[in-house]
């Protein structure tokens, strides 16, 4: 059975709560202090779980990430769901009951990843990133113990690595994984990625907050450039 986290901040509810209205299985997971109003209109349409903020925030706020994230999935779990899709809340995807259908069935399942030599990591506190790219934490597909091993973790430190590296590193080490940001890596462990069902079956995914409206502008504008495999 599937399910959907949307996880984040209420600041655009009103654009995208709607479109789960009919889904089963939804839950919009966020925080003690977002605007009342706003809780009880997500509340009208689908459930809510609210949760207090970390006391630290972490590098790009991944503490509340996943910790948003991992509340949900509990909360999902114990309504017997097994496959999740973990969206952020400043996302909205055009047609979610054909990208679930598309995912239904995968372990873990990534937008996308960059091409090597076009993003460096290094874990010793130091990150370089050469190119664009699709934040590929915005949205995740998984079966719920894929999802809480990517989740079920908070940072002590300020460490530069970008949410979604960690996010992955966390799911390699809590699956006794040797963890590499590669391409090649993932495909061997059964992580795979689906900007590419998106774009054939035109799935529209929109970053409300960004200039870069959806996928499909992002890869036109960038296509000249190979970043990207699928």
């Not at 839950?27 to 006391?55: A, M």
């Not at 960059?114 to 990133?129: A, D, I, T």
């Amino acid at each position: 059975m599937q399910g959907i986290v949307i996880q984040g901040p209420t600041d655009y509810c009103y654009e995208t709560v709607s479109e789960y209205k009919d889904i089963p299985n939804v839950v919009f997971s966020t925080w003690e202090d977002e605007p009342l109003e706003k809780i009880e209109y997500i509340k009208s349409l689908i459930p809510v779980i609210q949760s207090s903020k970390p006391s630290f925030p972490g590098y790009l706020n991944i503490n509340l990430q996943a910790l948003s994230t991992y509340a949900g999935v509990k909360y999902l779990e114990e309504k017997g769901v097994d496959e999740i899709l973990k969206i952020r809340s400043d996302l909205k995807v055009s047609n979610i009951s054909l990208l679930l259908d598309l995912l239904k069935g995968k372990n873990l399942s990534f937008l996308a990843i960059c091409k090597p030599n076009v993003r460096s990591l290094y874990y010793e506190l130091v990150y370089q990133h050469y190119s664009f790219d699709f934040p590929v934490d915005h949205i995740i597909y998984g079966n719920i113990e894929s999802l809480k091993k990517c989740f079920d973790f908070q940072m002590e430190e300020l460490l530069p690595i970008p949410p979604e590296s960690l996010i992955a590193y966390n799911y390699f080490l809590n699956s006794d994984l040797d963890f590499e940001l590669e391409y090649s890596t993932f495909k061997q462990n059964d992580i795979d990625f689906f900007m590419n069902d998106c774009l054939e079956n035109k799935i529209d995914i929109t970053l409300l907050k960004e200039k870069y409206k959806d996928i499909k502008d992002i890869i036109k504008y960038h296509s000249d450039k190979n970043f990207y495999n699928y």
